[in-house]
T-cell receptor, first 116, second 111 residues
Framework: GAVVSQHPSWVICKSGTSVKIECRSL??????MFWYRQFPKQSLMLMAT?????????EQGVEKDKFLINHASLTLSTLTVTSAHPEDSSFYIC????????????FGPGTRLTVT | TQLLEQSPQFLSIQEGENLTVYCNSS?????LQWYRQEPGEGPVLLVT?????EVKKLKRLTFQFGDARKDSSLHITAAQPGDTGLYLC???????????FGQGTELSVKP
């Protein structure tokens, strides 16, 4: 149980274009989903916290207009990287927590974004 | 800001050796998790420790939560190449509920 999927697993896009990443909880309802960014051999950096039906809460230094997050249902959150630049290239990981068990997060397999 | 200090950051050992990874903080946490992450994949939860002094075992992995709930350790006995990966400790921030991560320990076990 507690499986989280991400789509796509990897994506290459050109500078200036936008790319959408989906995060789904497959066998449970997630009232809260989280989006992280990870650089090679480094730890995870929280970008934003996404609650179903409300606006996402962004961490300091994360541009909300560049990284658009939508959490339209209890099983789906999306991250859209708008006007992508090469420096946005990274590994993006989402996680979801079970309702009432916020301290345990289940992570998706990640999405490798490369902006050329 | 609550921080988790993880050490060592890099560890390269031979198959069969034992190792310990440490996760320390000046803050008290209600619980702490350990994750393992392989390249190109998301972190996988290994264990959650909740009670001060708690010890949990997962095959050759032993996890301990400090009595004061400020620190934790992960000990691997007779490491195998399959143990290679990034090990992350994490804890829920006391205010705000966010999960904060240690810097990670990159473990390489050579056959």
């Amino acid at each position: 149980g507690a499986v989280v999927s991400q789509h796509p697993s990897w994506v290459i896009c050109k500078s200036g274009t936008s790319v959408k990443i989906e995060c789904r909880s497959l066998d449970f309802q997630a009232t809260t989903m989280f989006w992280y960014r990870q650089f090679p051999k480094q730890s995870l950096m929280l970008m934003a916290t996404s609650n179903e039906g409300s606006k996402a809460t962004y961490e300091q230094g994360v541009e909300k207009d560049k990284f658009l997050i939508n959490h339209a249902s209890l099983t789906l959150s999306t991250l859209t990287v708008t006007s992508a630049h090469p420096e946005d290239s990274s590994f993006y990981i989402c996680s979801a927590s079970l309702a009432g068990a916020r301290y345990e997060q289940y992570f998706g397999p990640g999405t490798r974004l490369t902006v050329t | 800001t609550q921080l988790l200090e993880q050490s060592p950051q890099f560890l390269s050992i031979q198959e069969g050796e034992n190792l310990t990874v440490y996760c320390n903080s000046s803050s008290v946490f209600s619980s702490l998790q350990w994750y393992r992450q392989e390249p190109g994949e998301g972190p996988v939860l290994l264990v959650t420790v909740v009670t001060g002094g708690e010890v949990k075992k997962l095959k050759r992995l032993t996890f301990q939560f400090g009595d004061a709930r400020k620190d934790s350790s992960l000990h691997i006995t007779a490491a195998q190449p399959g143990d290679t990966g990034l090990y992350l400790c994490a804890a829920v921030e006391n205010q705000g509920g966010k999960l904060i991560f240690g810097q990670g320990t990159e473990l390489s076990v050579k056959p």
